[in-house]
């Protein structure tokens, strides 16, 4: 008896009663306490959506006024530069302006002294004058005589022309001599023929530089001895026998032939 009566007494104590369990919880005993969560929830997220707006509206407002701030500067150095250019462009008026006057005050200088100076020339060239009158008198009057001295001399030089020129032609046919021109407007070539007993077609010839007052020999060929060439041009240029030059030279070719 004893040990049935145990199990039953384990499971009794072991199992709640139903009047236990159909009886109030002690939270069910405690008072309901309302907090206003959701209301705070709510005001929060209304603050929330207030302050995000806020902080929006105050970058967007400080973007604006800084992007303000940047084109403020631009403008104030943009019209800094303009004023700086103003005024270097006023500087170089000045300047020009102060070296046009001291231009001027120079021109006016220089045209005092210029004015000051013709005055001074005219006073000069006013007392010169009749002396320059005097002196062109006396000039006109030499002049005239010179002119009728040349006007002599071309009369006579005329005729010396004339009388070389028949000369000339007696010593070209005597000498068997033709002259040509040299190329040179200041150069006159002598060819002599008959000079060589063997060949009487052979020729021999020299130029000569009429270019300055004393002539001068250039080209002799064939070629003849130097100094006896240059003495004979010396001899020329002293008494300007032409003939008697051209015979000489003309010797010369008939030794150096031999």
Not at 8 to 24: D, G, I, K, Q
Not at 160 to 179: H, K, M, P, S, T
Request: aromatic share 8%.
């Amino acid at each position: 008896m004893t040990a049935t009566s145990e199990p039953s007494l384990r499971t009794s104590t072991m199992r709640p009663s139903l009047a236990s369990v159909n009886a109030p919880s002690m939270a069910d005993t405690l008072p309901s306490i309302n907090f206003g969560f959701d209301d705070l929830r709510d005001r929060m997220a209304r603050f929330t959506d207030r302050f995000d707006d806020f902080i929006a509206k105050g970058r967007k407002r400080l973007l604006e006024e800084r992007n303000q701030f940047r084109l403020n500067v631009a403008e104030l150095q943009e019209d800094q530069h303009l004023k700086k250019k103003e005024l270097e462009i006023l500087t170089q008026k000045t300047r020009a302006h102060a070296h046009s006057l001291s231009k001027e005050a120079a021109e006016t200088a220089e045209m005092r002294a210029a004015i000051a100076s013709i005055t001074t020339q005219r006073d000069l060239r006013a007392s010169h004058r009749d002396r320059l009158r005097s002196e062109i008198a006396a000039t006109q009057k030499l002049i005239n005589q010179r002119l009728a001295a040349q006007q002599q001399h071309a009369k006579e030089m005329d005729a010396q022309a004339r009388f070389n020129e028949l000369e000339l032609g007696f010593w070209v046919d005597y000498l068997c001599l033709r002259i040509e021109g040299a190329g040179r407007d200041d150069r006159l070539k002598f060819v002599f023929d008959h000079v060589d007993e063997r060949d009487w077609e052979r020729e021999a010839w020299f130029e000569v530089d009429t270019g300055k007052r004393d002539y001068r020999v250039v080209t002799v060929r064939p070629k003849l001895d130097g100094e006896e060439v240059e003495r004979r041009v010396e001899r020329w240029n002293e008494n300007r026998d032409l003939g008697m030059f051209l015979k000489s030279i003309r010797e010369l070719f008939v030794m150096a032939m031999k």
